[in-house]
């Protein structure tokens, strides 16, 4: 089955450095991946995702993600966070036990970021 | 677009009663999904339909929780009877997605009904 772990419950940052969200995956087959962000009170919202092609994958707000085959991992980055980047991120891999693009994903537990000033 | 829209954004009910959440998805999106977000157990798929056809249920924790979407505009999550456990934030997505895997589209989650039972 697929899966993905989040290692680490919560990052703290100062605001300026840099900073990396883990997350490691476990599939059969390719994998396809994702980044999404959730603020207080709302929905999840996507940030990037990984199919194919070059490791390095660039989405919203200046994130980026790192695809590593040989580590099975996908580490989200940023090279200088903000204090707006405070939120809950969610490591998610696309389930393809089932033929057909139903999108079906499979999210990690979370991991609570908190950039201060 | 407006986005996923789901309603109520919040309910306060006492156990016993039955609870509707209801999702309107983004339309043109095929494919519909339920998840339910607790402290404890994180984000759940609950369930998810392609086609309004209801594809994998295997989420939904007990008989008490259906879930139906009798069109491709509208789709509900019933629970009955609720009971405390089921207190959590409830979320509808949607997307599209292809049979032949060429479209690997990300979910558009709705803002969420958060549920509470007394």
């Known amino acids: 089955a697929q899966s993905v772990a989040q290692p680490e419950d919560q990052v703290k940052v100062a605001e300026g450095n840099p900073l990396t969200v883990k997350c490691t995956y476990s599939?059969?087959?390719?994998?396809?991946l994702f980044w999404y962000v959730q603020y207080p009170n709302r929905g999840l919202q996507f940030l990037l995702k990984y199919i194919t092609g070059d490791n390095l994958v660039k989405g919203s707000y200046g994130f980026e993600a790192e695809f590593n085959k040989s580590q099975t991992s996908f580490h989200l980055k940023k090279p200088s966070a903000l204090v707006s980047d405070s939120a809950l991120y969610f490591c998610a891999v696309r389930d393809i036990g089932i033929s057909g693009g139903y999108n079906k994903l499979i999210f990690g537990a979370g991991t609570r970021l908190a950039v201060h000033p | 677009d407006a986005g996923v829209i789901q309603s109520p954004r919040h309910e306060v009910t006492e156990m016993g009663q039955e609870v509707t959440l209801r999702c309107k998805p983004i339309s043109g999106h095929n494919s519909l999904f339920w998840y339910r977000q607790t402290m404890m157990r994180g984000l759940e798929l609950l369930i998810y339909?392609?086609?309004?056809?209801?594809?994998?249920d295997s989420g939904m924790p007990e008989d008490r929780f259906s879930a139906k979407m009798p069109n491709a505009s509208f789709s509900t999550l019933k629970i009955q009877p609720s009971e405390p456990r089921d207190s959590a934030v409830y979320f509808c997505a949607s997307s599209f997605g292809t049979v032949n895997n060429a479209n690997t589209g990300e979910l558009f989650f709705g803002e969420g009904s958060r549920l509470t039972v007394l």
């Open positions: 339909f392609n086609n309004n056809v209801p594809i994998d």
């Open positions: 599939v059969s087959g390719n994998p396809y």
